[in-house]
């Protein structure tokens, strides 16, 4: 009897919390990880250190990083000389933190390696319950997405299909902490601020780092953050 092949999956890893439990979910769930980080002009290359050593950390089989110039086009405190919103805590408006179209880009390179490889899963570490109000990070984007990669491929046409899986969708920065310490994530690992230093320590103002900390704060764990 021959041996089930494994089953392949690539994984959006960018170093901060959400996409290391994904990585952590998925492997659980049997996957084979191909993470795969975007170098997309943002403002710390601290981010991309973190996400080394996540894939390290939770066993991914391979680790590849993608280059792609967002700062050319700019429109986002991320990769245009715009100022980081500092303890504001509104949520009423889509922030100047919102890269344009960076989820569709990311899942479409994504998209393209997934096929490369012959695997019919990708996993995005989304999330539309404390997140900052992105457009791209609902599930509307998601299912649509999906929908997309069905007929834009050869995989979707010809082949088993393309799934887009979420899994942290509808989790709360403190179930997304509770389920990472049962995965056994080591999140001192992990780099969420916007405008962290070179060395990963975060600024402890924006809005990452808010809800960053509110969510081990509501998830009574200890929360590893390095700050500057």
């Not at 700019?74 to 100022?83: E, R, V």
Request: proline residues 4%; aromatic residues 6%.
């Amino acid at each position: 009897m021959s041996e089930t092949l494994p089953r392949k999956a690539v994984v959006l890893v960018s170093g901060g919390m959400d996409s290391a439990v994904t990585v952590a979910i998925a492997r659980e769930q049997g996957y084979q990880v191909h993470a795969l980080s975007v170098a997309y002009g943002q403002r710390h290359s601290s981010e991309l250190a973190a996400s080394d050593r996540v894939a390290k950390m939770l066993g991914a089989v391979e680790h590849k990083t993608v280059g792609i110039d967002l700062r050319s086009i700019g429109g986002s405190a991320l990769t245009a000389d715009i100022d980081v919103p500092l303890d504001t805590g509104d949520d009423s408006d889509i922030p100047v933190t919102y890269v344009p179209a960076r989820n569709t880009i990311m899942l479409s390179i994504a998209l393209g390696w997934a096929e490369v490889l012959g695997s019919s899963d990708i996993w995005c570490g989304v999330n539309a319950v404390d997140y900052s109000g992105y457009p791209d990070c609902r599930p509307a984007f998601i299912e649509a997405f999906e929908q997309l990669a069905n007929v834009a491929t050869k995989a979707g046409v010809e082949g088993a299909g393309i799934r887009i899986h979420a899994p942290l969708m509808r989790m709360s920065k403190a179930d997304i902490a509770r389920e990472g310490q049962r995965l056994g994530v080591d999140f001192s690992a992990t780099v969420s601020c916007y405008q962290a230093d070179s060395d990963g320590r975060a600024c402890g103002h924006c809005d990452a780092c808010r809800l960053r900390a509110q969510g081990f704060r509501e998830a009574g764990l200890v929360d590893p953050t390095r700050y500057a």
